[in-house]
């Protein structure tokens, strides 16, 4: 063979052997989506049921893979503990992640006992707060790094978890004093966030309020940090009906976990724990292994749980109508644990109404961080087929018995400069509430039926409670929106009326205004038929006596008052306008700091126009004039 030959053949022989051997060791690069790579490095057993990178990686340091570790997991995690490859961080970080797999894995069977998956969930937020607070670097040292949220959002769950747990079994789990003793665990508590009855009664259900979703509210309020935010659901209060207000059933709580030991040693050797509840609309946040922490929370679910539950569309028309299981007095609800050193804002609804008239309202001023920290929403629910002087008297009697049961000194920052929000028949009541009668309405009755001597002290004897108020001296700002302070047109037509000779008084409610009806039937109206009490829907005519009479009532000198109404007759002058049920002429009021008219029907309260003015009015400073 020629030797050209040979030297070719030789030098195709060794580029042969080359690309062979460079193919085998070549790396390939391809491109991914951002939806690809932000799932490779953010997915992990919460999110995707499957083990994050991280925690892949990690296992390769150590010689093993996910199938091998998922197949003996106990082996798995010795070796992780033992290894002198890792940093703490990657040891304790995947420790945390391959629990809470066994956690899950065991709750999904179904078939472990409550006591050992209980364990599962401690151990993983063991790790999880062991990576967080006793390794070298400091949370906000990895404030930017992914795997500190993913080991934050283990802790949180597993103490979700674990709070869950304790409380469905706490039958099974036996207390020594105020101690629980469980699957070699010590579990301390500290529940003063969470307001317990005299008697101490537990609640009737612990909902992670992650696990509810609900229709009807625009935005759902959350603040990320540390902790499993909680709704807590408390046993209904014995004679609810008949009480002048009623705290939160269904209060917001935040569970947190802390490990005893103040060494990484310590923490991962103990079998003792407190377990926290912390109120988050009070806290911002906790202190927690030497660390200031944000703590987290879900500011909407306590009350989206509330108006889901409440049945008040049913019960408030029941309760226009006269029918039973309706309501004959005021009610104050509180949207969240009595605060003193928070302001409070009082919400009136309006006719055949109740408080799911606010569900947007209340929500939004609960999400805003800054009014949250500067205010508490009270929320009135009262009879609506009730006469506007009764409900004033009601009211007011209602809200002092709140304020003297929270606060008999009536000092705190909740019982003085309170804000009143009313809408429609609501801002109608919530003006008396801040206008001075004296005796101007009970002098023209006298002069308009020409009464006098023991008559007119009878008559003026029955009716002061309801005709003779002044101006309540708590309150310092007002609201009234889309009220007609001088009634409304709409109340005379055919349909309103046939409404009105439908809306009764419950007997109830009957003998509460016996000594205004026995003075009203005393009045000489020149009619073989005597004066009767009025209902609601009388009183929001703009022909009504009462509505006529007080309509010019000054307002106490100290409130601030703002008005928002609603325009559906764009095609009119402003001062002919209507929302369609309230003419602008009867919501303006001369002497209002601020007049906001929006493109709106008469439920303006829920347009988010409305409620950025809202928001706006309660941020300004009290030292304005």
Same mark, same amino acid.
């Given at each position: 063979?020629?030797?050209?030959?040979?030297?070719?053949?030789?030098?195709?022989?060794?580029? %042969?052997?080359?690309?062979?051997l460079?193919?085998?060791?070549?790396?390939?690069?391809?491109?991914?989506?951002p939806?690809?790579?932000?799932?490779?490095?953010?997915g992990?057993?919460?999110?995707?049921?499957?083990?994050?990178?991280?925690?892949?990686?990690?296992?390769?340091?150590?010689?093993?893979d996910?199938?091998? %570790?998922?197949?003996?997991?106990?082996? %798995?995690?010795?070796?992780?503990?033992?290894?002198e490859?890792l940093?703490?961080?990657?040891?304790?970080?995947?420790?945390?992640?391959?629990?809470?797999?066994?956690?899950?894995?065991?709750?999904?069977q179904?078939?472990?006992?409550?006591?050992?998956?209980l364990?599962?969930?401690?151990?993983?937020?063991?790790y999880?707060?062991?990576?967080?607070?006793?390794?070298?670097?400091?949370?906000?040292?990895?404030?930017?790094e992914?795997?500190?949220?993913?080991?934050?959002?283990?802790?949180?769950?597993?103490?979700?978890?674990?709070?869950?747990n304790?409380?469905?079994?706490?039958?099974?789990?036996?207390?020594?004093?105020?101690?629980?003793?469980?699957?070699?665990?010590?579990?301390?508590?500290?529940?003063?966030?969470?307001?317990?009855?005299?008697?101490?009664? $537990?609640p009737?259900e612990?909902?992670?309020?992650t696990?509810l979703?609900?229709?009807?509210l625009?935005?759902?309020?959350?603040?990320?940090?540390?902790?499993?935010?909680?709704?807590?659901?408390?046993p209904?209060?014995?004679?609810?009906?008949?009480?002048?207000?009623?705290?939160?059933?269904?209060?917001?709580?935040?569970?947190?976990?802390?490990?005893?030991?103040?060494?990484?040693?310590?923490?991962?050797?103990?079998q003792?724990?407190?377990?926290m509840?912390?109120?988050?609309t009070?806290?911002?946040?906790?202190?927690?292994?030497?660390?200031?922490?944000?703590?987290?929370?879900?500011?909407t679910?306590?009350?989206?749980?509330?108006?889901?539950?409440?049945?008040?569309?049913?019960?408030?028309?029941?309760?226009?109508?006269?029918?039973?299981?309706?309501?004959?007095?005021?009610?104050? /609800?509180?949207?969240?644990?009595?605060?003193?050193?928070?302001?409070?804002?009082?919400?009136? /609804?309006?006719?055949?109404?109740?408080?799911?008239?606010?569900i947007?309202?209340?929500?939004?001023?609960?999400?805003?961080?800054?009014?949250?920290?500067?205010?508490q929403?009270?929320?009135?629910?009262?009879?609506?087929?009730?006469?506007?002087?009764?409900?004033?008297?009601?009211?007011?009697?209602?809200?002092?018995a709140?304020?003297? /049961?929270?606060?008999? !000194?009536?000092?705190?920052?909740?019982?003085?400069?309170?804000?009143?929000?009313?809408?429609?028949m609501?801002?109608?009541?919530?003006?008396?509430?801040v206008?001075?009668?004296?005796?101007?309405?009970?002098?023209?009755?006298?002069?308009e039926?020409?009464?006098?001597?023991?008559?007119?002290?009878?008559?003026?004897?029955?009716?002061?409670?309801?005709?003779?108020f002044?101006?309540?001296?708590?309150?310092?700002?007002?609201?009234?929106?889309a009220?007609?302070h001088?009634g409304?047109?709409?109340?005379?037509h055919?349909?309103?009326?046939?409404?009105?000779?439908?809306?009764?008084?419950?007997?109830?409610?009957?003998?509460?205004?016996?000594?205004?009806?026995?003075?009203?039937?005393?009045?000489?109206?020149?009619?073989?038929?005597?004066?009767?009490?009025?209902? !609601?829907?009388?009183?929001?005519?703009?022909?009504?006596?009462?509505?006529?009479?007080?309509?010019?009532?000054?307002?106490?000198?100290?409130?601030?008052?703002?008005?928002?109404?609603?325009?559906?007759?764009?095609?009119?002058? $402003?001062?002919?306008?209507?929302?369609?049920?309230?003419?602008?002429?009867s919501? /303006?009021l001369?002497?209002?700091? !601020?007049?906001?008219?929006?493109? !709106?029907?008469?439920?303006?309260?829920e347009?988010?126009?409305a409620?950025?003015?809202?928001?706006?009015?309660?941020?300004?400073?009290?030292?304005?004039?």
């Open positions: 063979m020629p030797a050209t030959l040979m030297r070719r053949l030789r030098l195709g022989a060794l580029l %042969c052997a080359a690309a062979l460079s193919g085998c060791a070549a790396v390939t690069v391809s491109a991914i989506s939806a690809d790579y932000l799932q490779q490095r953010r992990d057993i919460l999110t995707t049921g499957k083990l994050s990178a991280s925690a892949s990686e990690v296992l390769r340091i150590i010689g093993s996910i199938a091998a %570790c998922e197949a003996n997991t106990g082996s %798995c995690r010795a070796d992780l503990a033992r290894s490859l940093s703490d961080e990657q040891r304790l970080a995947t420790l945390s992640e391959l629990w809470l797999e066994s956690a899950l894995a065991e709750e999904k179904g078939g472990h006992a409550s006591a050992e998956l364990a599962a969930w401690l151990e993983s937020a063991r999880a707060y062991a990576y967080l607070f006793y390794t070298t670097r400091t949370p906000g040292q990895r404030a930017f992914e795997r500190q949220t993913q080991i934050r959002d283990y802790y949180n769950y597993a103490v979700q978890k674990a709070v869950g304790l409380f469905r079994h706490r039958g099974e789990y036996r207390p020594d004093g105020h101690v629980i003793r469980v699957a070699g665990w010590q579990i301390d508590s500290e529940l003063s966030a969470l307001r317990l009855p005299d008697d101490g009664t $537990l009737e612990l909902l992670p309020a696990s979703s609900f229709s009807g625009r935005n759902v309020y959350r603040r990320d940090g540390f902790g499993a935010d909680l709704v807590a659901v408390m209904k209060p014995a004679q609810a009906a008949d009480a002048a207000f009623q705290e939160t059933r269904f209060p917001v709580v935040t569970a947190l976990i802390r490990f005893d030991g103040n060494s990484l040693q310590e923490v991962l050797a103990t003792q724990l407190l377990l509840l912390v109120d988050p009070r806290s911002e946040s906790t202190r927690m292994a030497g660390q200031e922490l944000p703590v987290a929370a879900n500011f679910a306590g009350y989206g749980l509330w108006l889901a539950r409440s049945g008040f569309g049913v019960q408030a028309l029941r309760t226009l109508f006269g029918r039973a299981d309706g309501i004959s007095r005021p009610q104050v /609800h509180l949207m969240q644990p009595y605060d003193p050193d928070k302001r409070t804002i009082v919400m009136l /609804h309006g006719l055949a109404s109740s408080p799911e008239a606010w947007n309202v209340a929500n939004e001023l609960m999400g805003d961080e800054q009014l949250r920290r500067r205010y929403i009270w929320q009135v629910y009262y009879p609506s087929n009730a006469p506007l002087a009764a409900n004033n008297a009601a009211i007011r009697k209602a809200l002092d709140t304020v003297a /049961h929270f606060d008999p !000194s009536a000092k705190a920052a909740a019982s003085n400069d309170l804000v009143l929000i009313g809408h429609s609501g801002g109608v009541l919530a003006r008396l509430m206008s001075d009668a004296s005796n101007t309405l009970l002098d023209a009755i006298t002069e039926y020409n009464l006098k001597g023991k008559k007119a002290e009878k008559v003026r004897a029955g009716l002061t409670p309801y005709l003779n002044t101006a309540m001296p708590q309150v310092n700002r007002a609201i009234f929106i009220a007609p001088r409304t047109a709409f109340a005379n055919k349909v309103a009326r046939w409404i009105a000779n439908l809306v009764t008084l419950p007997i109830t409610m009957l003998e509460q205004l016996s000594d205004a009806a026995g003075s009203l039937a005393q009045l000489d109206t020149g009619s073989s038929e005597p004066l009767r009490i009025p209902n !609601s829907i009388d009183n929001l005519s703009d022909k009504d006596p009462f509505v006529r009479l007080v309509a010019d009532l000054p307002i106490s000198p100290k409130v601030r008052y703002h008005s928002i109404m609603g325009n559906d007759t764009p095609e009119l002058p $402003l001062a002919e306008s209507s929302d369609g049920v309230v003419p602008y002429a919501a /303006h001369d002497g209002a700091l !601020s007049e906001k008219v929006i493109p !709106s029907w008469h439920s303006v309260q347009s988010p126009q409620i950025l003015e809202i928001r706006r009015i309660l941020r300004l400073p009290d030292s304005l004039p």
